[in-house]
């Protein structure tokens, strides 16, 4: 059996994608079992061999005592037998899902399966996308057949990047596999690490489809809520203590307004909205909240350009700070960064922009969107968004936030950190 031969050490694990997502659980595994990390990114792989965590999400001491050796040559996949795919599945620029990394993992590791291997995908797809798209590869590079030759499982990721409350091992796993025998194999190899142990799904699409929904319920729960905040503004209501107030009810599901990116809650629902189109249904709640979460910052930009103006002020000679432009909170993930959309939006009205984040790695900005960030924020800005709620940012107090603002500033809150002001020396403003 694969579970007691990996934790004999007798054969290997494969990790292929080292990102957020395999990284973790790459080391998870390394604590049990030997563990062959790839990627095809041969700076990641020199980081990660000399211990140190390009996402800067894990410490020196998460490397130590783990059994794992970093390589981006694919011909050493051939020493695994049970193989893990954690590649990104973005979206391209018109929201289609781009499958080329998943299916370039697919090829690399069809050329070095062998009969009695496992095989289990991560990447966050749509129902059918593992057997439909991915299995031919595998089948067609290897010369073998699942069922017969080797198993195939399907187990969607659950790290949430940041948080240090809820481990990988404590989140509680789905599994599923083609048949009876890769349920149990996969089941038992994710069980050795899983504390909080596996939900067996009773079919590879079923773990397909319960991923998907997640982030996309989530997704809807925050266009609601966003929506509110638009309509509430209009109405001079302050969204956050209706909320508060709508939470004393026992059944009130609590969501918060405000930006959504990233490479999840911003992106998987397009990954059902494709596969549903494909059926010859066309999704109307789905891409409804996505149009609301995605004006976001359009709205957000608006908003503070009528501040400006309240104020008396020209929002051309207006300087703005950004403060945060990661996906999320104490995170160094630039990706699908809607801060990034709302310095866009901002520069379309001819406001000055400084862009400040302590995680951000600035040439990485500056690569994905053009966007240079300040090191040092001057002390002169009309206005400051505070748009990611870094613990930095948290620490800041109202006044360390007027001693960077000149006369007649004006503060938007979009996470919600500070109380609101007393008195109207500081315009304040929240989702």
């Keep these: 059996m694969i579970l007691h031969e990996l934790i004999e050490k007798r054969e290997k694990l494969a990790l292929v994608g080292l990102g957020y997502v395999g990284l973790p659980l790459a080391l998870a595994f390394a604590r049990k079992m030997r563990v062959l990390g790839f990627d095809i990114h041969q700076g990641r792989v020199d980081l990660l061999s000399s211990g140190q965590d390009p996402s800067r999400e894990l410490s020196d001491d998460d490397f130590r005592d783990a059994d ?10 051939r020493e695994a037998r049970f193989f893990i795919v954690a590649v990104p ?32 995908f991560e990447s966050t797809v749509y129902p059918g996308c593992t057997e439909e798209d991915c299995l031919p590869l595998l ?6 057949k699942v069922g017969r030759d080797f198993m195939l499982g399907y187990s969607p990721e659950r790290i ?27 089941a038992g190899v994710y069980g050795s690490i899983i504390t909080a142990g596996t939900y067996r799904a009773p079919s590879i699409k079923v773990a397909e489809a319960a991923k998907v929904i997640e982030n996309s319920q989530r997704d809807l729960n925050i266009s609601f809520v966003n929506e509110l905040a638009i309509i509430f503004d209009k109405m001079g209501i302050d969204t956050r203590e209706v909320l508060e107030a709508a939470a004393t009810k026992w059944n009130f599901l609590k969501f918060s307004p405000g930006l959504v990116g990233g490479h999840c809650i911003g992106v998987d629902p397009y990954y059902l909205v494709h596969k549903a189109k494909k059926l010859g249904y066309d999704p109307e709640v789905i891409l409804s909240g996505r149009r609301i979460n995605d004006r976001m910052p359009a709205f957000v930009a608006k908003k503070l350009v009528q501040l400006l ?11 703005v700070l950004l403060q945060g432009i990661t996906f999320k909170e104490n995170v160094s993930d630039i990706r699908n960064s809607k801060v990034a959309d709302l310095y866009d939006e901002l520069r379309g009205y001819s406001v000055q922009v400084d862009v400040v984040d302590p995680y951000a790695d600035a040439s990485e900005v500056m690569e994905e969107y053009g966007i240079p960030m300040v090191t040092h924020p ?16 948290r620490k ?30 500081l315009t304040y403003w929240r989702l």
């Design 378 to 393: 001057g002390s002169d800005y009309d206005a400051v968004v505070v748009a990611v709620a870094h613990n930095a940012f």
């Design 139 to 144: 089948e067609r590079h290897s010369g073998l």
């Design 68 to 77: 794992i050796e970093f390589t981006s040559d694919p011909g050493r996949l």
């Design 160 to 186: 949430n990047p940041g948080d240090k409350q809820r481990p990988l091992a404590s989140i509680t796993k789905i599994v599923s596999g083609n048949d009876a025998d890769a349920l149990e194999c996969i």
């Design 309 to 319: 103006i309240a104020r008396g002020k020209n929002p051309s000679e207006c300087k």
């Design 396 to 425: 800041q107090t109202l006044g360390d936030l007027l001693k960077c603002m000149g006369p007649g500033p004006v503060l938007i809150d979009l996470k919600g950190l500070y109380e609101r002001p007393t008195d109207d020396s």
């Design 89 to 120: 599945t973005p979206v391209d620029r018109h929201k289609v899902p781009d499958l080329r990394p998943l299916l370039a993992a697919s090829e690399t590791i069809g050329a070095a399966l062998k009969p009695g291997d496992c095989v289990v």
